[in-house]
């Protein structure tokens, strides 16, 4: 059982950054690929980022290559998202997820978390 807890979301101008961070509980975390997903109001969940259980692999939406980084540290069962040159269509609740295997769907992720707003004022 992995229980995630993101921070870190909130109001931000065009053009500038934030870092979410999504903190896991149990034993396990290592072994997990972690994906990051968003929605925003009105459209289905959608992929982000995600990147292996050992960091050797990263991939992200077309829409947001460049631009974020996703990260972890598995000494601290935490992962990271670093979004830069935000957007206002980056607009969403970002939700951090954990899965045996690394995909852009979210029936490939077993646990998820409850969300943080990010809102990106034009």
């Known amino acids: 059982q992995v229980q995630l807890v993101e921070s870190g979301g909130g109001l931000v101008q065009a053009g500038g950054s934030l870092r979410l961070s999504c903190a896991a509980s149990?034993?396990?975390?290592?072994?997990?690929?972690m994906g990051w997903f968003r929605q925003a109001p009105g459209k289905e969940r959608e992929f982000v980022a995600a990147?292996?259980?050992?960091?050797?692999?990263?991939y992200y939406a077309d829409s947001v290559a460049g631009r974020f980084t996703v990260s972890r540290d598995n000494a601290k069962n935490t992962v990271y998202l670093q979004m830069n040159s935000l957007k206002p269509d980056d607009t969403a609740v970002y939700y951090c997820?954990?899965?045996?295997?690394?995909?852009?769907?979210?029936?490939?992720?077993?646990?998820w978390g409850q969300g943080t707003l990010v809102t990106v004022s034009s």
């Open positions: 997820a954990a899965g045996r295997i690394m995909a852009r769907t979210t029936r490939a992720y077993d646990y």
């Open positions: 149990g034993r396990t975390f290592s072994s997990y690929y």
């Open positions: 990147i292996s259980w050992n960091v050797v692999s990263t």
